[in-house]
């Protein structure tokens, strides 16, 4: 027998309010307020790269180390958050391996972030490569903290009955914290989730479920908005969204817990 509702949430703009912030590698301008998943957009054969690593390991290498070098010798592994269309891992390694990436340009970002936001609730870092000139057009860091309404809202839609689901690019390491803090199963938390992956997602969850709905943010969750019984984009962390991705969704929120509203409006 199918349960009443679930409700998918995407983590970074959507329960947490991000500081982003982006080094043009080609120019070595920072670049502030960015969204990654745009910047991934923008352009056909791109992918958001993720380091899976503690951020205090990259921190003790040598800032002059060039980064395909730091993962061959630490054993990092890495993985593709979102894509722009299809990329391997494999691909995404040769480009940054041919790059001269350095230690010294994540922790640029990285430094930036944490200076701006003393109080995050987490710091990640990330690498956009491009297939179509075999480059790495960015490095980027974000940092979240929960938005202030984020916590009630996950109690409300509990008591009202509706299991809480997190589908994210971020990684386990980040996701963990996330859930603990606002009490939802590990079970329940999908991490490095692309848009393809958050779309399966959605679908499974479809034949468990009576309703589920997809709340999310970024050019990520498109295809989660579309697939959902009711795709919800949320507007509070204030960036502006293509209109594309607007248009995905059944309804636009200005704060997550209008979501609240959703489920007692059935």
């Known amino acids: 027998m199918q349960k009443n509702v679930a409700v998918v949430f995407d983590s970074a703009g959507t329960l947490l309010h991000m500081y982003r912030v982006a080094k043009d590698m080609g120019s070595g301008q920072i670049i502030t307020g960015i969204d990654s998943t745009g910047l991934v957009a923008q352009r056909k054969g791109r992918a958001l790269i993720v380091l899976h690593t503690e951020p205090s390991v990259v921190m003790g290498a040598d800032h002059s180390m060039r980064v395909s070098d730091f993962i061959d010798e630490y054993g990092v592994t ?33 430094d930036r972030v944490k200076t701006r936001c003393p109080n995050i609730f987490y710091v ?10 075999y480059s790495v057009p960015y490095v980027l860091s974000t940092g979240g903290r929960l938005f202030h309404d984020t916590k009630d809202t996950i109690e409300k839609l509990e008591e009202r009955g509706a299991d809480i689901y997190i589908a994210s690019g971020d990684s386990m390491r980040n996701l963990k914290q996330l ?30 479920y009576e309703k589920v709905l997809m709340v999310g943010d970024g050019m990520n ?40 509203d959703l489920i007692d409006g059935d």
């Open 78 to 110: 890495i993985a593709i958050s979102c894509a722009s269309d299809p990329f391997s891992v494999d691909e995404a390694y040769d480009i940054i391996k041919g790059s001269e990436l350095r230690i010294s340009d994540i922790l640029q970002v990285v």
């Open 124 to 133: 990640a870092a990330g690498i956009i490569v491009d297939r179509n000139d």
């Open 179 to 208: 859930a603990k803090c606002l009490a939802i199963p590990m079970d329940r938390v999908f991490d490095i989730a692309t848009t393809r992956e958050k779309e399966r997602i959605i679908l499974e969850l479809k034949g468990k």
């Open 221 to 260: 969750d498109i295809l989660a908005l579309r697939a959902a019984d009711v795709g919800v984009m949320t507007m509070q962390q204030g960036d502006e969204r293509p209109e594309k991705l607007m248009k995905s969704a059944n309804v636009i929120i200005n704060y997550i817990k209008e979501v609240v």
